[in-house]
């Protein structure tokens, strides 16, 4: 059995930034601040991660509440601002999901960094949701090397039976999508749809490197090689 697991933002789509600003924008209500004091970086980091840094270089102090306080406020404000975004499911995304999904022998899951309501919101909103059962959100981890590893037991708790990571398949658009597919004996697909160019990704060693994901006969040779 082969697993497709797949990154969201800059991989399968654009929201517009509509996790972005939501995330700024519950940050600063939950930290009770007023600007960022440092630039916001997201691409290839997990919420939890994300939220500990931002806490950290305002010097506040980061306890379970506050991190609750925050999830509240972050998907209250994404869900109302994915429909208001000019968003798009990026290019070969439906086909490829569509002519997966359509196989006995492999298992569509996810492994992003965004918790798993938020990554719900975003798919639904965007009508692919339908094509996962299973996966690794930025719920818990911090590090998306642990992400990867709580998507791979994911799989196998949803499969039955233990998978073989050679099996694996992580399919993202930033150099940690490549670092944690590495992490857990995966194989990486780097995609250059998000904002690390084709130079940028190759200097990670990723095992597939392509423009986007239209490319299906190219993937499906690749992953049913």
């Not at 497709?4 to 929201?15: A, E, M, W």
């Not at 930290?31 to 939220?51: C, N």
């Not at 994915?82 to 490829?96: C, F, I, K, M, T």
């Not at 998507?151 to 196998?156: C, I, N, R, S, T």
Request: charged share 20%; glycine share 10%.
């Amino acid at each position: 059995m082969k697993v497709c697991l797949f990154d969201i933002d800059g991989t399968l789509i654009n929201t517009g930034k509509a996790g972005k600003d939501a995330m700024v924008a519950a940050f600063l209500e939950a930290a009770e601040v007023t600007q960022l004091d440092h630039a916001l970086h997201l691409s290839g980091k997990t919420d939890r991660g994300i939220f500990g840094e931002l806490f950290d270089l305002h010097g506040k102090a980061l306890t379970e509440e506050n991190w609750q306080h925050f999830i509240e406020l972050y998907l209250a404000r994404l869900e109302k601002n994915l429909p208001q975004r000019q968003g798009l499911v990026l290019e070969g995304v439906v086909a490829l999901l569509a002519k997966l999904s359509q196989r006995d022998d492999v298992l569509l899951g996810l492994l992003t960094g965004n918790v798993e309501r938020g990554a719900n919101l975003k798919l639904i909103h965007y009508g692919i949701d339908h094509f996962f059962s299973f996966g690794g959100f930025g719920d818990l981890h911090p590090n998306r090397n642990d992400v990867a590893r709580a998507a791979l037991e994911a799989a196998e708790a949803y499969y039955g039976h233990p998978i073989s990571p050679r099996d694996v398949y992580v399919i993202g658009d930033t150099p940690n999508d490549i670092l944690c597919a590495q992490a857990i004996g995966a194989q990486s697909v780097a995609v250059a749809t998000g904002v690390f160019s084709i130079s940028e990704l190759s200097e990670y060693s990723p095992n597939l490197l392509i423009e986007n994901l239209a490319d299906l006969d190219g993937i499906s040779s690749f992953i049913f090689r």
